[in-house]
């Protein structure tokens, strides 16, 4: 299982801003460029792919807060983007107007940095003011700054906070709950604010009212405050783990109740009602169902759900949205969506109908609600081979088709299939293979296999113009495996693949693979395989366990080293996903996972591209930097590239994101169909395992924070 021993001759790449580790990485970047991005055809396909990226005429989705609909917007003329808002009369025109609220690249230029929209938290129910959320180049600490709506400008002497892995909402007009960096204590392992508290107007942070304090090994506190008229209440929590949570009820005296659910389930308060999905089984009710209480009953000792919704082997929950007066439950069997509508009934009980019906192998989902105002509804509907189409509806009235987006490549002859396989232990997995007609292929083609297989997140079916222009459209397949670990049959696949079962993910993703070329759809030779982050530690997986299943892999912002990922940036966050390294129970497991480890000079090894951000305070760079060196130094064939900037998405605008899905897919295209034979294949001089100078001189890496805490603002500028 290659070297297993502490010593790690490469610690020095960790030094994310070192000069010899920056040295060694340009130097890396050179090699990659010279080796796949020369010539026309690169360039000819990243400017396809950034014409997808600019296209004025995809669809700017929204989010409602009073009359208006924000939307936050890039395209050729907006590298950074801009925020802007519309009514809803005016975005039903074909080309609406827009009121610009913050132009982000004249903000850049004005200030000198490299801003990265992270988001706004608009103030209810004036929608006045706004807390803007700034990245430097991507990374997941912003700066805050309070932004006037009417004025369009920042407030002068209003809120505003310098870069940290800030946690900020509204109480009132002058008070904010936030939780930031406040110097040593403030912060818990995990780099996520450690405490809650109230900040009014006009005073120092650092004086700000301490409201809840969570502990250093917890992974981060949070608390906010819900603005629903008539049923105003703040809570605070923490999260314990990536899975579990508590949270307490703060009354206006400052004492708390627990909202006592148990620790892995999620709960939340919505006007009378207490929410809550189960992670595991409780009160008769099995994993995965979502429960209704009387919240008032449920404080009193009340615990008579409603049950919602209840999963069966093929129904797991996708996620619920509520309007003024029904529950949006959002399904899926088998991977596919659908939607219904759940209304309180007078007398008790709810009542349940289908909102819409959606084609096989589709994908719909809420886009956006209304709920302190009306039954409005956003709705996508999109498919491999189908360009989103968004409605806009009212329950009980009815619906329109507001947007349709256009092709952005040719599906002439290309299918949608769904087929399962048959993992090591039995299971049945299942995958999407969309491609050639397989009545009117001529054999086995180029296949890209692309996985997550963690902390619970599902892989549903979307549509695709950067795969479909750099992938589809030449003729090559594309495949997407819903391996345990994620979410696709709920909790119970998420929870199959934790911590010492993790290699049921790979022996899934590795099934998949298998399957394909027993179809005839590819052969080992033609298949390569991209995952990112937990993907990418698949990835790592594939090049140590299943070598001969590939001709070639991609991981991009990977997690490699299982032995002190806990040691980097948000590390210790996954410790509930994967184990600890620093208790002996878990570490052999951890050191068995570990493609970093795994690596040795005698397996044969499919040629490697490591792709990572200097800029990512999520992943460290440091897992692909490191890695990159092992291989080379072993004498495999590996390319490496790192983005200056991007933070752990790897690219902060439309240009880096073409550039990096224009280097992947040609990469793979090299390797998969002999196209530029050799490129990709520098092997390394074991002389790069001696001291830094030495190395320098040698010619030549999750995707979410805990569940419990609020979420993050989406794209949309909310």
């Known amino acids: 299982m290659g070297n297993l021993n502490h010593d790690d001759p490469y610690l020095w790449l960790e030094d994310v801003s070192g000069e010899a580790a920056l040295a060694w990485v340009a130097e890396r970047n050179a090699e990659t460029a010279g080796a796949v991005t020369e010539g026309d055809a690169f360039g000819a396909l990243k400017t396809r792919l950034r014409e997808v990226l600019d296209a004025s005429d995809r669809i700017p989705y929204t989010v409602r807060r009073g009359e208006h609909l924000y ?7 907006h590298l950074r983007g801009v925020w802007r808002r519309t009514t809803l009369e005016q975005y039903r025109q074909d080309d609406p107007e827009w009121e610009v609220l913050l132009d982000v690249d004249a903000l850049a230029d004005a200030e000198g940095e490299k801003w990265v929209w992270d988001g706004a938290r608009v103030r209810r129910p004036e929608y006045d003011r706004a807390l803007v959320r700034l990245s430097c180049d991507g990374g997941d600490a912003v700066v805050v700054r309070e932004f006037d709506l009417g004025t369009r400008e920042f407030v002068d002497g209003g809120f505003r906070l310098p870069e940290a892995k800030t946690r900020i909402g509204w109480v009132d007009d002058d008070t904010v709950f936030v939780g930031t960096d406040l110097g040593p204590g403030s912060l818990t392992d995990s780099g996520y604010p450690r405490t809650v508290r109230r900040w009014r107007r006009g005073t120092p942070v650092e004086d700000a009212i301490l409201v809840y304090e969570a502990d250093r090994a917890d992974v981060a506190a949070w608390g906010y405050r819900d603005t629903t008229p008539g049923f105003e209440r703040e809570f605070v929590g923490r999260s314990l783990d990536f899975f579990h949570s508590e949270t307490y009820l703060l009354r206006p005296d400052g004492t708390r109740v627990r909202i006592d659910v148990p620790d892995d389930a999620s709960a939340y308060a919505h006007r009378q009602y207490l929410i809550v999905t189960l992670k595991s089984a409780w009160l008769g009710q099995p994993t995965g169902s979502l429960l209704a209480f009387d919240f008032d009953a449920f404080l009193a000792g009340d615990r008579t759900p409603d049950v919602l919704f209840t999963p069966d082997p093929r129904t797991a929950l996708a996620g619920h949205t509520w309007t003024r007066n029904h529950l949006l439950l959002e399904t899926m069997r088998d991977v596919s969506t659908h939607i219904e509508v759940l ?81 090591r232990d039995g299971t049945r997995v299942p995958y999407f293979v969309v491609g050639p007609d397989r009545a009117t292929a001529p054999g086995p083609g180029p296949t890209l296999l692309y996985g997550y297989g963690g902390f619970e997140v599902s892989l549903t079916p979307f549509y695709g113009g950067v795969t479909g222009r750099a992938w589809l459209e030449r003729g ?48 080992p030779a033609m298949l390569g395989a991209k995952g990112g982050s937990n993907g990418g530690l698949l990835m790592g997986a594939m090049l140590t366990r299943h070598p001969e299943l590939f001709g070639a892999i991609v991981a991009q912002v990977p997690l490699l080293d299982m032995t002190r990922f806990h040691k980097l940036l948000a590390g210790a966050s996954w410790i509930a996903e994967y184990g600890d390294p620093d208790d002996e129970a878990d570490r052999p497991h951890l050191l068995a996972l570990s493609p ?123």
């Open 71 to 77: 939307n936050f917007w890039r395209d050729a003329n």
């Open 343 to 423: 209304t309180p009934a007078p007398d008790g009980g709810w009542t349940r109908e289908p909102l819409v019906g959606v084609p096989a192998l589709s994908a719909v989902s809420v886009v956006d609600t209304d709920p302190d105002v009306s039954d409005e509804y956003f709705l996508d509907v999109s498919g491999f081979l189908q360009p989103s189409t968004l409605h806009h509806g009212r329950i009980g009235a009815g619906s329109e088709v507001l947007k349709q987006a256009p092709h952005h490549f040719d599906p002439t002859g290309l299918t949608v299939d769904q087929h399962f396989a048959t993992s």
């Open 476 to 523: 090559g397949t594309y495949v997407i495996a819903n391996i345990r670990g994620g979410g696709e049959y709920g909790p119970d696949w998420h929870q199959a693949a934790l911590g010492a079962e993790r290699p049921r993910a790979f022996e899934d993703f590795a099934a998949v693979a298998e399957d394909l070329v027993a179809r005839g759809i590819t052969t």
């Open 596 to 718: 970093y480890h795994r690596l040795a000079a005698d397996r044969d090894y499919p040629p490697v591209l490591l792709m990572t951000s200097t800029r990512d305070d999520r992943v460290h760079p440091g897992h692909a930097r490191k890695t990159a060196a092992r291989l080379r130094e072993l004498g495999h064939r590996v390319l490496f590239h790192e983005n200056t900037g991007g933070g752990h998405a790897g690219a902060g605008d439309n240009e880096q994101a073409a550039h990096n899905s224009a280097l992947v897919h040609t990469y793979l295209w090299q390797q998969l169909t002999g196209a530029g034979a050799g490129a990709g294949a520098e092997v390394g001089g074991g002389a790069e395992a001696g001291s830094v100078s030495e190395a320098t001189t040698i010619p030549g890496p999750l995707t979410a924070t805990p569940t419990a805490a609020p979420a993050a603002p989406s794209g949309t500028g909310s």
